[in-house]
């Protein structure tokens, strides 16, 4: 395993993490950084290789292919989404649930025909209801899983938000319309509207007012959003722009 150290003073942590072997380097400029990193990786890959077919067919043959599939959490959740929509016999399920964990509840309206009246009363009409629960338990799962597995940072940030109101809104709206304010960095996208509490359902409903906060902090960083006095929420959020600015940067360093 290699550690680097990130700092703005290379000569002053140059003294204390040359004590421990681990370290790598010591480095300021977050695209040596990057460089660094993905050589580290690219020589792993290389020594480790494919995963051998035979370590699959073993764990196949000893039934636990099918048991590591039924622990998937989103997979289980998704089962419980089929079965609150009673969709288990459907001939279009795939494709409705599909469409639902990319778009929201909002996206079962094109579906209407398909499904027993009071099943869609029930979940179009209940806010509190089976369908909403599930979805909020399937979106607060992506978030960990495949947002925050590397990313430690965002896992902690979401523990610390999870017990406020606006985290509940903030799930309960991605639940309703799915992907759709994700844009193109889901986690820069949950960061803003947790931090910033102004952010709450009227804004999306105002003309282009989320589309302008995107454009202004994803291109003139945190200072067109004001001054945080709130150092926490200053770097959540530099953090949160890292990841958006981050395939950018591996971009440029493959030129």
């Known amino acids: 395993m290699s550690i680097y150290v990130y700092c703005m003073n290379k000569e002053t942590n140059e003294k204390w993490a040359s004590k421990y072997t681990k370290v790598k380097a010591v480095v300021v400029q977050l695209d040596e950084l990057i460089s660094r990193i993905m050589t ?3 020589i792993k890959k290389t020594i480790e290789g494919p995963l051998s077919t035979n370590s699959v067919t073993a764990r196949a043959e000893a039934g636990k292919f099918d048991d590591v599939a039924d622990d998937d959490p989103l997979k289980l959740v998704k089962n419980e989404i089929i079965r ?3 969709l288990e016999e459907h001939e279009t399920k ?4 599909n469409d639902l964990l990319e778009n929201g509840r909002q996206s079962l309206s094109k579906y209407k025909q398909e499904f027993a009246p009071k099943v869609y009363k029930a979940a179009m009409h209940e806010n509190d209801g089976p369908l909403i629960k599930s979805l909020k338990k399937y979106f607060e799962q ?3 899983i495949e947002y925050g597995s590397s990313n430690q940072w965002f896992i902690l940030f979401l523990k610390e938000y999870k017990d406020t109101v606006h985290y509940d809104s903030v799930l309960k709206r991605t639940a309703e319309y799915g992907n759709k304010y994700s844009k193109d ?3 820069l ?4 509207q947790l931090t910033l509490e102004s952010i709450d359902d009227t804004f999306f409903d105002e003309k282009n007012a989320f589309n302008d906060l995107w454009c202004a902090i994803t291109s003139n960083g945190l200072k067109s959003v004001g ?8 770097s959540v959020l530099l953090q949160a722009l890292c990841e958006y600015h981050r395939p950018k940067l591996f971009e440029l360093l493959e030129k």
């Open 40 to 42: 580290d990786h690219n």
């Open 84 to 86: 609150v929509l009673d």
């Open 94 to 97: 795939d494709e409705i649930i």
């Open 142 to 144: 992506l978030w960990k």
């Open 185 to 187: 960095s889901p986690i």
């Open 189 to 192: 996208s949950i960061v803003l």
């Open 227 to 234: 001054d945080f006095s709130n150092k926490k929420k200053r």
